[in-house]
T-cell receptor, first 116, second 108 residues
Framework: GAGVSQSPSNKVTEKGKDVELRCDPI?????LYWYRQSLGQGLEFLIY????????KSGLPSDRFSAERTGGSVSTLTIQRTQQEDSAVYLC??????????????FGNGTRLTVT | QQPVQSPQAVILREGEDAVINCSSS?????VHWYRQKHGEAPVFLMI?????EQKGHDKISASFNEKKQQSSLYLTASQLSYSGTYFC?????????FGTGTRLKVLA
């Protein structure tokens, strides 16, 4: 696609419910990243995919968070039993060649998650 | 491990200059700079590679000193459109880490 696409753009959910956030990276980009950004804060690394595998899951805040990527393309970030502290903007980014220092990240517009 | 940026925030008048610094405790092989406007996603500005390379983008330029493990972003004759939060980013093993961020506001 022309850019990184994320859906939904906004999600309001009740505490305790599960949510799924979707990311469709730029076609041909092998690396995919998920970040979380709380209001007025920086970019917190969650997980990185190279193809379909995730060599680094260290950024996931708890075992309620999981992510997968299929076909080397679309990725889904799932949050189970949501808590109010999960409220944030979840950003997805992709890059062409993760091993190259020349390859910047391209971001989607994010999903704003509000847990009530 | 996260690069530290300074200052945390800066307010400028249109036409003034600013410098944003990014320092890392680990070796840097490249630095990328991004700008995030309020309510929007970060947008890539420029890449700096080893060798003390400097780059320019309009009136925004940057330098990279790998020995000092730091990079600086220079904004010259700032415009209202420069307002936003600036992040440096660096590639680690399996991770792409962003700096702490610098909020810049340009006033008319």
């Amino acid at each position: 696609g022309a850019g990184v696409s994320q859906s939904p753009s906004n999600k309001v959910t009740e505490k305790g419910k599960d949510v799924e956030l979707r990311c469709d990276p730029i076609s041909g980009h092998t690396a995919l990243y998920w970040y979380r950004q709380s209001l007025g804060q920086g970019l917190e690394f969650l997980i990185y995919f190279q193809g379909n595998s995730a060599p680094d899951k260290s950024g996931l805040p708890s075992d309620r968070f999981s992510a997968e990527r299929t076909g080397g393309s679309v990725s889904t970030l799932t949050i189970q039993r949501t808590q109010q502290e999960d409220s944030a903007v979840y950003l997805c980014a992709s890059s062409f060649d993760p091993g190259s220092y020349n390859s910047p990240l391209h971001f989607g517009n994010g999903t704003r998650l509000t847990v009530t | 491990q996260q690069p530290v940026q300074s200052p945390q925030a800066v307010i400028l008048r249109e036409g003034e200059d600013a410098v944003i610094n990014c320092s890392s405790s680990k070796a840097l092989y490249s630095v990328h700079w991004y700008r995030q406007k309020h309510g929007e996603a970060p947008v890539f500005l420029m890449i700096l590679l080893k060798g003390g390379e400097q780059k320019g983008h309009d009136k925004i330029s940057a330098s990279f000193n790998e020995k000092k493990q730091q990079s600086s972003l220079y904004l010259t004759a700032s415009q209202l459109s420069y307002s936003g939060t600036y992040f440096c980013g660096t590639l680690g093993t399996y991770k792409y880490i962003f700096g702490t961020g610098t909020r810049l506001k340009v006033l008319a």
